[in-house]
């Protein structure tokens, strides 16, 4: 396929570089400056612990994404691969919780915007995040990987000073480092769904496998070395964190990062890690956007959603109708619905999501060795997908069982 494309294809423009970058902007955004304090508070002295199981199961994951986006590099990552894996039912499912999920996180990530930088304006600033963001997404994907690489070098560059400071101050102490299980292991494996979350947007590079040049060799190079930078800086300022506060301040913490930069003794930069976060969550709803964006596409092309949503627009070759719609929807949860408890459902949601993609990468091979990987993946995406809060569980169910009904009165209805 060239750049060019037809009417109904999207450009391929992207590089090795460019999807790292994406994905790193949905890894390293604001799940690290939120995802700490609950996840501490659930595991206890195991944060660590928690931490090494959520990157496990998202390695497991990356590469069973990473395996099937060189076979199969069309918009739509998962919902595509077990449409074609394992059959429409199962795409479908994957598809759904995915775009219901993901929606919910990109009004969560426009809300955190607005948290940081206006707080009594709160849903105000989300909703023109939401609107500037769906602007650049409209421009062509090349704009938004500009975008994203400046967000992630912002980013990145805070995280980088809290980690100096923390490690550098005279309250840092590797006493409090230590590794057990006081919160049990039902507090670790929460922890570690809790901080699944911040690991998710590797997804992101599959579902713009459409728009990626040599996606055979450009996808699986990107993905995993996505997710080794995004491990690397997760465990760096998880343990400069914990040095200062240990893991019961953590716990209790209302702005990890920013508390702990005050523990160290330098108030001066709780300012800067502030308008870091706010970035973040930036980086994370422009990502969220693209990755939501791709999969209605997708999805509409095969009608389970309008089939007015598939179309590409002439010049910038963007799924534009699916951008506006999905911005729209977005900016109506910003303006008028408190989403930030959702973050479990979305975690939920994302669970199921992967769940389908090792399911689909366990029937590539008959190998033993082959799917030991999409075993290990599928069976902690159950584990931590049920060791999520009793209501994100009961919620995530729901919505997926709301999902599997308009399935099935579709095909009635298509039957008759």
Request: proline share 4%.
């Amino acid at each position: 396929m060239t750049s060019t494309g037809s009417a109904s294809e999207l450009r391929r423009t992207l590089g090795v570089g460019d999807a790292v970058v994406i994905g790193l902007g949905s890894m390293v955004g604001a799940g690290i400056f939120a995802a700490l304090g609950p996840a501490a508070r659930a595991a206890e002295s195991g944060l660590l612990l928690g931490l090494a199981v959520a990157a496990v199961v998202a390695y497991c994951n990356a590469m069973a994404s990473a395996r099937l986006a060189a076979m199969y590099p069309a918009s739509g990552g998962t919902y595509v691969y077990g449409r074609e894996r394992l059959g429409p039912f199962w795409g479908y499912l994957a598809g759904w919780s995915f775009v219901v999920g993901k929606t919910a996180s990109c009004a969560a990530m426009a809300l955190t915007v607005g948290a940081y930088v206006w707080p009594g304006q709160a849903h105000a600033v989300a909703v023109a995040a939401v609107v500037a963001l769906t602007a650049v997404n409209y421009g062509g994907v090349q704009k938004s990987a500009w975008v994203t690489r400046v967000i992630v070098a912002v980013v990145l560059a805070v995280l980088a000073s809290v980690v100096v400071v923390c490690l550098g101050s005279g309250a840092s102490d590797a006493g409090r480092l230590g590794v057990g299980t006081s919160g049990g292991v039902g507090g670790v494996l929460q922890a570690a769904g809790l901080l699944f979350f911040a690991f998710a947007g590797y997804a992101r590079i599959a579902t713009l496998g459409e728009e990626v040049r040599d996606p055979a060799r450009t996808i699986p190079r990107a993905i995993p070395l996505a997710l080794g930078i995004a491990l690397a800086v997760y465990v760096c300022v998880a343990v400069a964190v914990l040095s200062v506060l240990g893991a019961g301040g953590l716990g209790r913490a209302g702005a990890p990062l920013a508390d702990a930069v005050r523990a160290a003794g330098v108030p001066g930069l709780v300012p800067v890690v502030r308008v870091g976060a706010a970035v973040a969550a930036l980086g994370s709803l422009l990502a969220l956007i693209l990755g939501v964006s791709r999969t209605t596409l997708a999805m509409a092309r095969d009608r389970h959603l309008p089939g007015a949503l598939s179309a590409v627009h002439p010049r910038f070759q963007v799924p534009h109708r699916a951008e506006l719609a999905v911005g729209a929807v977005v900016a109506t949860l910003a303006a008028t619905v408190d989403v930030r408890g959702a973050i479990g459902f979305s975690s939920f949601g994302v669970l199921a999501y992967y769940a389908v993609a090792n399911a689909s990468a366990w029937t590539l091979s008959s190998a033993p060795t082959a799917r030991a990987l999409p075993a290990v993946g599928l069976l902690g995406c159950v584990v931590l997908a049920f060791s999520l809060p009793a209501v994100s569980v009961v919620v995530g169910a729901g919505v997926l069982a709301v999902g599997v009904g308009a399935y099935g009165v579709r095909r009635w209805v298509g039957g008759r």
